[in-house]
């Protein structure tokens, strides 16, 4: 798999918000974001491939992870940190904003602080 991260993708008039609604969040026109999950790199083909074969089935409803999910997951971590994560272990969540509070909320009290250190990503200060 080879992917072109040199290729320039103009993301301006495309509802972006971080391009189109600068000026609106209070941002200069002109300015460079430099996201974390809004990336400029264009999708790989492979993904919009599995994407779109999904989608042919035609129904969107509520779904769950089988075993191949835990399997990449356990293979990843391995491979990588030589560590054996267990099925149990793992939570999913609808992002990474959630998680960060929903694991405040489980592990702190009403009242509690909790130090963030910046640079942080924008809607967790």
Known sequence: MVYDFDKV???????????????????????????????????????????????????????ESNEDYYNVLHTW??????????????VKTPGVVYAITTAIKAFSKVDEAVMIQEPVYYPIK
Do not use: C
């Open 9 to 63: 993708i103009d993301r301006k008039h495309t509802d972006s918000i971080k391009y189109d609604f600068a000026l609106k969040r209070g941002m200069p026109e002109d300015i460079l974001p430099l996201w974390v999950a809004d990336m400029d790199f264009q999708t790989p083909n492979e993904v919009i491939e599995a994407l779109v074969e999904k989608s042919r089935h035609g129904i969107f409803g509520y779904s």
């Open 77 to 90: 971590f391995k491979e990588r940190f030589n560590w054996k994560i267990k099925p149990q272990w793992l």
